[in-house]
C-alpha cells in the first residue's frame, strides 16, 4: 500500500504572510530571507511566495532576493550531499507574471485564476472556457521552454484534468478549501469530503499528471488528507504561520513534517 503514494509529502511553505506582517508596519522586519532560513533548516522542502500586482504581501524586490537566498542555501547544502530545496512561485496567467517567472527561474510556476479584489485564491481553473484555454496554452509552452515545471491550480472535479494534459503542464494543485471547511466542522465532515479528492489524485495520475495540494490545509486535518494516493507537495502559509506564532517555527514545520510522514521517522 505505501508504494501508492509518494515516500514523502513534500512540504513547501508560503512566506506571503511574513511579508504582511512586515508590509504592515513597513521596513524590513520580520525579514521573509530569515524567517526561510528558519523554515528551511528545520525540514521543510521548499519555499511559495504569489507575488500578486499590487504587492500587499511579496514584492517584486523579494522575488530575486528569495531567488538569490535559495541559490546560494542550495550551493551550501549539495556540498554535504542534501538535496535541493525548492522555490515554487504562483500567480495568475498575464503578461506581468510571465515576465517575472522567466527572470525568476523557479523550479515550478503554479498558475492560478485570480479576481480582482479576492483576499485569497479560492477556486480553481474552468479549462472548458475557452478563453481561459487559450490564455493559459502559449504560457505553460513558455514555462516548459524554460524547464520551469507547471502545476495548474484545480477543484477536485476532474472531468477537466485531460485539458491540463493537453495544455502540457505536469502537475495539478487540489484547491483543498472545501475539505478544510468540512474539516472544521468536524473530522466525520472531513471523512466525507475526502473521497471526491482520492478519486481526483487516482484520475489525475492515470494521466500521467503529479499532484500537489493546498489552501487551510493544517497538522488537525493532514492527519486524514497526507493519506491522499499519489500526493507528492503541499503548500501551506497562512495556517502554518499562524500556528507558529504560538509554538514558534521550528516546533511547527516539524509538526507539519509528522503529519505528512504518517508517523514514519522524518
Known amino acids: 500500500m505505501k508504494s501508492f503514494f509518494f515516500p514523502m509529502t513534500q512540504l513547501s511553505v508560503n512566506v506571503n504572510k511574513i511579508a504582511t506582517l512586515r508590509n504592515s508596519r513597513g521596513g524590513s522586519i520580520p525579514s521573509v530571507i530569515q524567517i526561510s532560513e528558519i523554515i528551511?533548516?528545520?525540514?521543510?522542502?521548499?519555499?511559495?511566495?504569489?507575488?500578486?500586482?499590487?504587492?500587499?504581501?511579496?514584492?517584486?524586490?523579494?522575488?530575486f532576493e528569495i531567488q538569490n537566498f535559495l541559490n546560494s542555501y542550495n550551493a551550501k547544502i549539495a556540498k554535504n550531499g542534501f538535496p535541493k530545496k525548492e522555490f515554487n512561485i504562483e500567480g495568475e496567467p498575464s503578461e506581468r507574471f510571465l515576465n517575472l517567472v522567466l527572470k525568476a527561474k523557479p523550479?515550478?510556476?503554479?498558475?492560478?485564476?485570480?479576481?480582482?479584489?479576492?483576499?485569497?485564491?479560492?477556486?480553481?481553473?474552468?479549462?472548458?472556457?475557452?478563453?481561459?484555454?487559450?490564455?493559459?496554452?502559449?504560457?505553460?509552452?513558455?514555462?516548459?521552454?524554460?524547464?520551469?515545471?507547471?502545476?495548474?491550480?484545480?477543484?477536485?472535479?476532474?472531468?477537466?484534468?485531460?485539458?491540463?494534459?493537453?495544455?502540457?503542464?505536469?502537475?495539478?494543485?487540489?484547491?483543498t478549501g472545501p475539505f478544510a471547511y468540512a474539516y472544521d466542522k468536524s473530522p466525520e465532515e472531513g471523512a466525507k469530503s475526502f473521497p471526491i479528492y482520492e478519486k481526483a489524485a487516482i484520475e489525475a495520475n492515470k494521466l500521467g499528471l503529479g499532484v500537489n495540494a493546498g489552501h487551510d490545509l493544517d497538522t488537525n486535518n493532514l492527519q486524514l488528507f497526507s493519506k491522499l494516493p499519489y500526493l507528492a507537495e503541499v503548500s501551506i502559509g497562512h495556517r502554518l504561520v499562524?500556528?507558529?506564532?504560538?509554538?514558534?517555527?521550528?516546533?511547527?514545520?516539524?509538526?507539519?513534517?509528522?503529519?505528512?510522514?504518517?508517523?514514519?521517522?522524518?
Do not use: C
Open 40 to 63: 528551511l533548516d528545520a525540514g521543510a522542502h521548499g519555499i511559495t511566495i504569489h507575488p500578486r500586482e499590487d504587492e500587499r504581501h511579496i514584492t517584486k524586490q523579494d522575488v
Open 107 to 175: 523550479d515550478q510556476v503554479t498558475l492560478v485564476p485570480v479576481k480582482p479584489g479576492e483576499i485569497t485564491s479560492d477556486h480553481g481553473f474552468d479549462l472548458k472556457n475557452k478563453t481561459v484555454f487559450q490564455t493559459l496554452k502559449p504560457m505553460v509552452k513558455r514555462f516548459n521552454d524554460e524547464g520551469i515545471r507547471v502545476s495548474l491550480f484545480m477543484e477536485a472535479e476532474f472531468v477537466g484534468y485531460p485539458l491540463v494534459k493537453e495544455l502540457g503542464a505536469e502537475r495539478i494543485e487540489l484547491y
Open 242 to 266: 499562524s500556528q507558529s506564532l504560538v509554538d514558534g517555527m521550528e516546533k511547527t514545520i516539524k509538526d507539519y513534517l509528522r503529519a505528512l510522514s504518517q508517523g514514519n521517522e522524518v
